[in-house]
């Protein structure tokens, strides 16, 4: 049986054996965010996985398996739970069960079964799940009359552990099963030769092969709007690695320019490729300080507070720096820095230990006075300004980024109030500007940016 056919009939035996309901992607950005600690230190909506350790701590559970929890959010095979969780111990309902072994088999990650008449309120099982992560791959081509598919699956290593194949499914163990089974060879067809043997052909990983998805790697340099090296910005769903140029399904990357990033990306064929997910790599050695914590620069050393005590970093390699989305060459770091709510990222473009990368955000607080909801702008209390502005203009199109943030959640316009508080960050084409809804209090005047 060919590859097309086989995977056809594998395709028909899921429309009428599974349920299915439509499954809107999210990215793996919007599940860890908020406050990370350790020595990454402090800062608002930032998206990292812990990738070093086994397992990673968020503020509402621990992960076994963070890469494994990474690579299925990033290319939209799962998605999070409402509160934001991945909810690992949750069991696997039948009908999502039944939409990720679809996208998988056809190769299509947009993909969703829309047949809701053969709906099965019930949960899958480790046994199914083995059953058809083999079928994806081929593998039940070439299993003997004495194989079964939860022996085979762990010879792969897809099922890990004691696990039963009566067990239900819970969502941390398929996410695990789905990740083994990506850099699994795919079983492509068999050719049936003139002697009669059955040959067998493997290709590339289900990862690579079948979804045309690729690991990447490297120094995240440019988000739309914002370029550490260049005035010449990514546009919204564009963003750079190492200087080259790809579509990216999300925006929310600011928190990882200057470090180096692990995440996925898609071929596409009449585009650049696709950026699905991103996160902090392991081997990324970027240090994030607070504003707030920065004690003394003095002959291109940062003395800053930690828990541990003070500590010190050299800056003298930095040249240009990133100041609010702003490139400012030959930057001198001073005290003023210590005046603004924000976070100073010291990265290395070659990886040896000495910082030549500086993205600086220096956010400033403005109340809300009035609100224009006809031209979309925000005027401020006390005179404040903005850029020489006493207003704030929410302007989002191709070439101009715009990001509210409001309790670690993005939102629209709509949930700006009078009265609020608002940490804005905006560089000075105004082609970048990030929005935090904030309830703190309002202390001191600000002159602007």
């Not at 908020?34 to 990738?51: E, N």
């Not at 695990?176 to 089974?181: D, L, N, R, S, W």
């Not at 988000?223 to 010449?232: A, D, E």
């Amino acid at each position: 049986m060919s590859t097309y056919k086989r995977l056809l009939a594998l395709v028909l035996v899921l429309l009428f054996a599974f349920p299915a309901t439509a499954f809107a992607q999210e990215n793996a950005a919007d599940f860890y965010r908020d406050k990370v600690s350790g020595d990454l230190g402090y800062m608002d909506d930032v998206y990292r996985f812990d990738l070093n350790t086994e397992e990673t701590e968020t503020t509402e559970e621990i992960l076994d398996n963070p890469k494994a929890v990474f690579a299925v959010l990033s290319l939209g095979l799962m998605e999070t739970m409402e509160d934001g969780t991945f909810s690992q111990d949750l069991s696997v309902p039948y009908n999502e069960f039944s939409n990720i072994i679809y996208k998988l088999s056809i190769g299509d990650l947009e993909a969703s079964i829309s047949n809701y008449d053969l709906y099965q309120d019930r949960t899958s099982t480790v046994g199914e799940a083995a059953e058809y992560l083999l079928k994806v791959l081929g593998y039940d081509e070439i299993l003997g009359a004495d194989d079964s598919f939860m022996q085979k699956a762990r010879t792969l290593g897809i099922v890990r552990g004691t696990a039963s194949e009566e067990k239900l499914l819970s969502r941390g163990e398929f996410a695990e099963m789905i990740y083994a089974a990506l850099d699994t060879e795919v079983l492509n067809f068999i050719n049936y030769s003139t002697d009669g043997e059955n040959r067998m052909t493997y290709g590339g990983t289900l990862l690579n092969e079948r979804l045309g998805v690729f690991e990447i790697r490297g120094l995240l340099t440019a988000v739309p709007g914002v370029n550490i090296y260049s005035s010449k910005v990514p546009k919204n769903g564009e963003v750079e690695i190492d200087r080259v140029r790809y579509d990216s399904n999300t925006n929310d990357y600011l928190d990882l320019l200057g470090c180096y990033v692990f995440g996925y990306a898609q071929n596409k064929e009449e585009s650049a490729p696709c950026i699905l997910g991103l996160t902090l790599d392991t081997r990324d050695q970027s240090l994030l300080i607070p504003l707030s914590d920065i004690t003394e620069i003095r002959n291109d050393i940062l003395y800053y507070e930690t828990e541990e005590g003070e500590k010190k970093v050299s800056v003298a390699e930095v040249r240009n720096a990133l100041y609010n989305g702003n490139v400012k060459e030959n930057f001198v770091f001073s005290t003023d820095l210590m005046e603004h709510d924000g976070e100073l990222l010291l990265g290395t473009s070659t990886r040896n230990g000495e910082y030549d990368i500086a993205v600086i955000i220096a956010r400033n607080n403005y109340r809300v006075r009035f609100i224009s909801k006809t031209d979309q702008k925000v005027f401020f209390s006390e005179n404040l300004k903005l850029n020489g502005n006493e207003f704030l203009e929410i302007k989002e199109d191709k070439n101009n980024f715009v990001r509210i943030v409001k309790n670690g959640r993005a939102v629209g316009f709509e949930e700006i109030k009078v009265g609020d508080v608002l940490s804005v960050v905006q560089n000075e084409s105004g082609t970048y500007t990030h929005i935090t809804i904030s309830q703190k209090m309002l202390i001191g005047e600000i002159t602007g940016v």
